[in-house]
């Protein structure tokens, strides 16, 4: 079964508002990355933390990963209808990537 | 180059066919990754090789499952006397860790369907 937990599983958000889905790990991992899937695309890679509490901004995305590197969010604020998509965070277990459910994002305008 | 590429897009055959699939990874890239992605989930781990070598298989690779990456360039994905409950998206990734990134880069995933 999967290692990486993810909640919520599904975000239904009003165009503007901010959300914050969450990831948590059974293990202490070496780095955290986050993936975006658009429906029927494929996981594109975001963005990687490494160090322990490290926050990371792309635009309107925040990411932080915990203190004890077993924990890892992403914030979005004012989410816009290019949000849309589903938010996968995956963390390295023996030598490779294992993945959350992922959070499944809907916006209404 | 153009990201990772993968053939083909669809595929639909009867069970207890035999079906393959091919990867072309980036080509700077040494690792190369099977994921398998069902609806409502996450990717799932197949396998994967660094260059020509098969490092990995995943508990959940039945024998029926089995992959190669000659000459540690492209890869293929065979599956034997497919099942209904192969049905789902198979996606290749490749990657080139190194301490400044780990990101996979996947293609566009082969989806299965089998009936």
């Known amino acids: 079964g999967q290692q990486v937990m993810q909640i919520p599983q599904y975000q239904h958000v009003q165009e503007g508002e901010d959300f914050t889905t969450y990831c948590n790990s059974s293990t202490t991992l070496s780095n955290i990355q986050w993936y975006k899937q658009r429906p029927g695309g494929h996981p594109v890679f975001l963005i990687q933390l490494v160090k322990s509490g490290e926050v990371k901004k792309q635009k309107r995305l925040t990411f932080q990963f915990g203190e004890a590197k077993k924990n890892s969010s992403l914030h979005i604020t004012a989410t816009q209808t290019t949000d849309v998509g589903t938010y996968f965070c995956a963390g390295p277990i023996d030598y490779k990537l294992s993945f959350g459910a992922g959070t499944t994002v809907t916006v209404r305008a | 180059d153009t990201g990772v590429s993968q053939d083909p897009r669809h595929k639909i055959t009867k069970r207890g066919q035999n079906v393959t699939f091919r990867c072309d990874p980036i080509s700077e890239h040494n690792r190369l990754y099977w994921y398998r992605q069902t609806l409502g989930q996450g990717p799932e781990f197949l396998t994967y090789?660094?260059?020509?070598?098969?490092?990995?298989k995943s508990r959940l690779l039945s024998d029926r499952f089995s992959a190669e990456r000659p000459k540690g360039s492209f890869s293929t994905l065979e599956i034997q006397r497919t099942e209904q409950g192969d049905s789902a998206m198979y996606l290749c990734?490749?990657?080139?860790?190194?301490?400044?990134?780990?990101?996979?880069?996947f293609g566009s995933g082969t989806r299965l369907t089998v009936v």
């Open positions: 990734a490749s990657s080139f860790p190194d301490r400044r990134h780990y990101g996979y880069t």
């Open positions: 090789f660094q260059n020509e070598a098969q490092l990995e």
